[in-house]
């Protein structure tokens, strides 16, 4: 307001002194109003610049049925199409270009110039049509080059926002499957430890060299827990640039195997055979297997009752790796296999759903036919889409 204001108090400085020089361009009680109404034209262009357009186009029909001529003043006229063309509606936009370019035919008509001719008035008319035309280009000009940036501001916000969102998603991804790693490795090594704690403290003074071995597996199997432990404390330290070899490697498919043995150690009786011809897996999927079948095992141990015992089957498709895990104990609670399990319980079945789905393969989990519990497995060897 203050710019705009300024220069409107100039354009009526010059207005006003042009006619003190002794100009004649028409009654002065004509004059007078129509340069004030010009001068706050410009000084109300971006405020209200639609009314001002029209405010404008009723003084230039004044100053033709007055007879007013053309003042500096008239000014104003190019200052306020340049401002609708830019930053008013459409519908202004075009009057504004209409009017524009009417203008100078109209007031070459209305104050002809007998010496030129009409070949001379021609080509005033259109001499004088230029600047208007020039003025309504350069503010449309403006209003694309400002809606183009709009569009690029925009577009970067959504580009934000959606950066924003994978994040999240990444993050709670990775949160899950941490807190997946984290459940499967202290679940089976904490409840390792706990049953030969149990059977140590039972045999401790009759069969001491009995104590003395499961002690030894409370040992070993504590270090492996931590060992998993630094592993997945090492994933969360980003900051932190250590060496590889520093962190135990996943486990695959050829640790099954020791992962039976440990459970026999710890009093579950397990049979384990692989079928078909073991060969490399992908690193998913050997993980996925290992986290099942411990999984599993814990489950057995957990709910399986005292003389329980549990059969683990490998089996290598042509396309897949195939897994069974039974057991003939008492099984788990109807709850704990549902889905989200009761009491914040059913973690490990809902992490294996979620591990196999990952592969894209399929889990089947429930109570067998004759007593005990099965968990049967497919695992795909192409990569889930």
């Not at 204001?5 to 009654?27: C, K, R």
């Not at 199997?221 to 592993?231: F, I, N």
């Not at 004759?370 to 192409?382: D, E, Q, V, Y």
């Amino acid at each position: 307001m203050w710019v705009d204001g300024t220069w409107a108090v100039v354009l009526l400085g010059i207005s006003v002194l042009g006619g003190a020089a002794g100009e004649q361009i028409g009654p002065w009680a004509a004059v007078i109003p129509v340069t004030l109404l010009l001068s706050l034209v410009v000084a109300l262009r971006r405020r209200v610049p639609e009314k001002m357009l029209l405010l404008a186009a009723a003084v230039g029909v004044a100053q033709l049925v007055t007879d007013v001529a053309i003042l500096p003043a008239d000014f104003a006229m190019l200052v306020i199409v340049y401002t609708v063309a830019a930053e008013g509606a459409r519908w202004a936009s075009r009057f504004a270009l209409i009017a524009g370019l009417c203008a100078a035919p109209l007031a070459q008509l209305r104050w002809s110039n007998e010496q030129t001719g009409v070949a001379g008035d021609i080509a005033l008319a259109v001499l004088q049509t230029v600047p208007f035309a020039l003025a309504w280009v350069l503010g449309d000009s403006i209003r694309t080059r400002r809606a183009y940036f709009a569009q690029l501001e925009e577009r970067a916000a959504r580009l934000e926002k959606e950066r924003e969102a994978q994040s999240k998603v990444a993050v709670a991804a990775e949160r899950a499957r941490i807190a997946r790693e984290l459940h499967d490795v202290v679940a089976h090594n904490v409840s390792v430890m706990v049953v030969q704690a149990d059977g140590a403290a039972y045999v401790l003074d009759a069969a001491p060299d009995q104590a003395k071995k499961a002690l030894e597996t409370i040992s070993s199997t504590g270090r492996q827990a931590l060992a998993e432990m630094r592993r997945l404390l090492g994933v969360l330290r980003t900051g932190e640039h250590q060496e590889a070899g520093e962190y135990v490697p996943q486990p695959d498919v050829r640790q099954i195997e020791d992962l039976v043995e440990q459970c026999r150690g710890s009093g579950l009786p397990v049979d384990f055979k692989v079928e078909g011809t073991p060969r490399p897996l992908p690193s998913g999927v050997e993980l996925t297997a290992y986290r099942i079948v411990q999984e599993a095992l814990t489950n057995t141990r957990k709910h399986g009752g005292p003389n329980a015992g549990a059969s683990v089957r490998l089996v290598y498709f042509d396309d897949g790796l195939g897994l069974l895990v039974e057991d003939d104990g008492k099984g788990a609670p109807h709850e704990l296999y549902e889905e989200g399990g009761f009491d914040g319980q059913g973690h490990g079945l809902i992490g294996m759903r979620e591990r196999v789905g990952m592969v894209g393969g399929t889990l089947d989990a429930g109570p067998r036919p004759g007593g005990g519990f099965r968990i049967s497995a497919l695992l795909p060897l192409k990569p889930a889409h």
